[in-house]
């Protein structure tokens, strides 16, 4: 921390004033003359909410997704596919047995499955062999996505939420004032606050179990050099199997989750493909601080363009992605190697 | 750069060859080839010129801008379609279509070089964005500057009137030819897809074209001799864009339309099956590739209900072939076509004798 104040002084200082200045728009009563500028509190204050979960859903595929691409320098241009394969499963599953939690763990398990039969069936013929690995992947979203509009049909599905996380609940942060000077608090969706705690504790939890463990370290030890790695005698093909399951499951328990915020339809797996990818570039290729910090960035892009700029929402989280590459080609948060 | 000169000389004694010579090269299936197609208005009727013939050559011509990146350049990049669709949309606008309020009614022959133009830029604009980046970067990027346009496109309604897009737009009538009949759009896409394809086989042996394998082989190595990389690499956006946005007026007038579907995911996508299925070694297989494509999509419906499926799934018959000639062939449909012909010229006896000498190599 104190490192990156050292290094880039000034950029600290523009990233503490915007701190600062977003803490005080969400705390402060606002004034006539800011909702003037800015809208309605309530407008900004969802937008703001909207976009931090938004980006909690996108780092639970983006992870996934970069956590493979990291180690096996492998594309996986289905995981769209494996996030609505797994948002369905889920559906299923939760419709069975009545437990969302069921459907939750459910989805993991069986997209991993797929993602390890996918590793041991296909990529682990064709290392490094990029383009055929992209072109491979791309076949299988094309058949994942017709098999899957084959079995579920063109209709929108959503994911049912359980009892206890159903319902606002109310946030200490002053909306609005009434007249006779009472306070208005914002009032927020449970399961949206229950979803974003639940990627943060995931992705502490990996970046712990990356940083601070034995597996961790043979991870990380084959991102760098893998060739290396399988001479010191580790079985790397059990740590690709493993890492390969561990992120599809990944992006099948976020298809469960973003079935229970958004819903679940044909076309949802190239949508939220690419922005996992704009996530992974603009964060930087096998980091999860990285996708950590493009998830939130790309999330809040979408959410604010879409209430202050709705018609061209989705063109501004493109020109971040462009500003970005333009200024540090290899993401925000990447190490140049 | 003195240094390189004589070695690529070497390398290519053919460089400096007349037409007639070209002319001369080429092999009996070549001429077979060209009799036919410029034959065919006397044998196809119309359904088969316009629909699956033209059409073939249309995407060809899309699919070869992507292969000439990829085949010679080692650039695999989606943007090609997205070119394609920006040219396309640029003649609804600038020239006529059915929505009066925006389009601006330019006479054909200031319409179409300024979406020549304007649309080249966008493909040498979007190439000099991705191309410091290599191999899956690329086609990352390439995909998301292809979809930041589709969602542009289907939202904006001021410019490129949003969901619905452009309809109405005709081919123009000139020299007393209704360029929109069937015979005349044959001959044109047909004129069209042979002049890219000339020009792309010509590129490929000409010094830039040269210059542009060295950098797919060894860019290290090209820039050590004084070879600018990324410059030779913005080059040949900008010359496959060329050939996109040419492809892109062609197909706004073979549809008559254009909407954001005409560059969406989708479409972007299947560039890239036509090329890689047709193979991307030579630009013949594009061409190949686009009428495996025109073909699929017209007859797997009738194919498949013919063997009992529900016709809506040629998708997976698309997704699933596609995956079978990526597993087992990497050079496309050309690949296998010289696999079968190199086995049939070697005999039985050299192939048993290579065998056990050369091991298990493939």
Redesign the interface.
């Known amino acids: 921390m104190s490192d990156f104040i050292g290094r880039r002084p000034i950029w600290s200082l523009v990233i503490l004033i915007a701190i600062a200045l977003l803490a005080f728009l969400v705390f402060a009563v606002w004034t006539p003359w800011m909702e003037l500028t800015f809208g309605r509190k309530r407008v900004f204050l969802s937008a703001l909410f909207n976009g931090i979960t938004l980006g909690g859903l996108y780092f639970l595929v983006a992870s996934g997704f970069t956590l493979i691409f990291g180690l096996m320098?492998n594309?996986n241009l289905a995981h769209g596919s494996l996030y609505l394969f797994g948002g369905y499963v889920g559906y299923s599953i939760g419709n069975l047995t009545g437990s969302w939690f069921a459907a939750l763990i459910g989805a993991f398990v069986i997209v991993a499955l797929a993602g390890m039969l996918m590793q041991v069936l296909?990529f682990r013929w064709m290392e490094g062999q990029?383009?055929?690995q992209?072109?491979?992947t791309?076949?299988?979203s094309?058949?994942v996505?017709?098999?899957l509009l084959?079995s579920y049909g063109g209709d929108t599905f959503q994911v049912t939420t359980p009892d206890w996380l159903s319902g606002p609940i109310q946030l200490p942060f002053v909306v609005a004032l009434r007249s006779n000077g009472e306070a208005v608090m914002m009032m927020y969706p449970l399961v949206r606050i229950a979803i974003l705690i639940g990627a943060i504790i995931l992705g502490v939890a990996m970046w712990l179990v990356l940083n601070r463990t034995r597996i961790g370290m043979l991870v990380r030890a084959g991102v760098d050099d893998r060739d290396m790695l399988s001479a010191t005698g580790v079985r790397v093909q059990l740590v690709f199997i493993m890492v390969f399951a561990f992120g599809a499951g990944l992006a099948g328990l976020a298809g469960v989750v973003g079935g229970t915020f958004q819903s679940l339809q044909p076309g949802e797996d190239?949508k939220i493909l690419?922005s996992s990818?704009?996530v992974?570039?603009v964060g930087g290729?096998g980091s999860i601080p990285g996708a950590a910090m493009g998830a939130l960035i790309v999330g809040l892009a979408e959410q604010f363009g879409s209430v202050y700029m709705p018609?061209?929402?989705?063109?501004l989280t493109?020109?971040i992605?462009?500003v970005v590459?333009?200024i540090r080609?290899q993401g925000l948060a990447a190490v140049r190697r | 750069m003195a240094l390189a000169e004589p070695r690529l000389a070497i390398a290519t004694p053919r460089q400096r060859e007349g037409l007639s010579e070209v002319i001369a090269r080429q092999g009996t299936a070549f001429w077979i080839v060209a009799a036919l197609l410029l034959m065919m208005p006397l044998i196809a009727n119309p359904f088969w010129l316009v629909q699956i013939l033209a059409y073939a050559m249309i995407l060809g011509m899309i699919a070869l801008s992507l292969m000439f990146l990829a085949g010679y350049g080692g650039i695999?990049s989606l943007i090609q379609m997205t070119v394609a669709a920006f040219a396309a949309y640029l003649v609804a606008i600038f020239g006529d279509s059915a929505i009066t309020q925006i389009s601006l009614k330019w006479p054909w022959w200031t319409a179409v070089p300024v979406a020549i133009l304007l649309a080249t830029l966008f493909g040498t604009l979007g190439g000099a964005?991705?191309v410091?980046?290599e191999?899956?970067?690329t086609?990352?990027?390439t995909?998301?500057?292809g979809?930041?346009f589709y969602?542009?496109t289907l939202?904006?309604?001021t410019i490129f009137n949003g969901f619905s897009g452009f309809n109405g737009v005709l081919p123009p009538v000139f020299l007393g030819v209704d360029w929109g009949s069937t015979v005349p759009f044959y001959y044109l896409a047909l004129g069209c897809a042979a002049l890219a394809y000339a020009v792309v086989v010509y590129v490929s042996r000409a010094p830039f074209g040269l210059a542009l394998q060295g950098t797919r082989d060894n860019p290290r190595r090209m820039a050590a001799l004084g070879f600018d990389v990324v410059a030779h690499r913005i080059a040949a956006y900008a010359f496959a864009s060329v050939i996109a946005a040419f492809a892109g007026v062609l197909l706004v007038w073979y549809q008559r339309q254009v909407s954001p579907g005409t560059g969406g995911?989708g479409p972007v996508?299947d560039m890239?099956?036509i090329a890689?299925v047709g193979g991307l070694s030579r630009p013949i297989g594009p061409f190949i590739g686009a009428l495996v494509y025109v073909l699929l999509r017209t007859f797997a419906l009738d194919l498949l209900e013919a063997v009992g499926f529900e016709g809506k799934?040629y998708?997976?018959l698309?997704?699933?072939g596609?995956?079978v000639i990526?597993?087992f062939s990497?050079d496309g449909l050309i690949g296998i076509w010289q696999r079968l012909r190199e086995r049939y010229r070697r005999g039985r006896e050299t192939q048993a004798a290579q065998m056990r000498v050369g091991g298990g190599s493939p």
Do not use: H, K
């Open positions: 320098r594309v296909l990029d383009l055929r992209t072109l491979v791309i076949g299988l094309i058949i996505a017709d098999l084959w190239t690419l990818l704009v992974v570039i290729m018609t061209y929402a989705v063109m493109f020109v992605m462009v590459l333009a080609p | 695999v964005l991705s410091r980046t191999g899956i970067y086609i990352m990027i995909l998301a500057i979809s930041a969602y542009l939202q904006n309604y995911v996508v890239l099956i890689v799934r998708q997976l698309i997704g699933l596609f995956l990526v597993l990497p």
